[in-house]
């Protein structure tokens, strides 16, 4: 398991050298927020293809 400070450097190695502070915070937010779902999923489960469309309906159906 790699450490946040690994990640980050391995984030700016990834980038471009010509992206802005702004291009490093959103790709720092998408990170974390794929990480959190993915604890979540782990902890919680997962919906299947057919429970989450039933879901949606409630919301689509007009």
């Known amino acids: 398991m790699s450490t946040a400070k690994q990640d980050v450097r391995q984030m700016l190695d990834w980038l471009p050298?010509?992206?802005?502070?702004?291009?490093?915070?959103?790709?720092?937010?998408?990170?974390?927020?794929?990480?959190?779902?993915?604890?979540?999923?782990e902890t919680e489960g997962t919906l299947s293809q057919t429970q989450v469309e039933r879901k949606l309906a409630k919301w689509l159906d007009r």
Not at 21 to 37: C, S
């Open 17 to 41: 050298e010509d992206c802005s502070l702004e291009d490093i915070q959103y790709h720092l937010y998408v990170a974390e927020k794929v990480q959190r779902g993915s604890r979540r999923a």
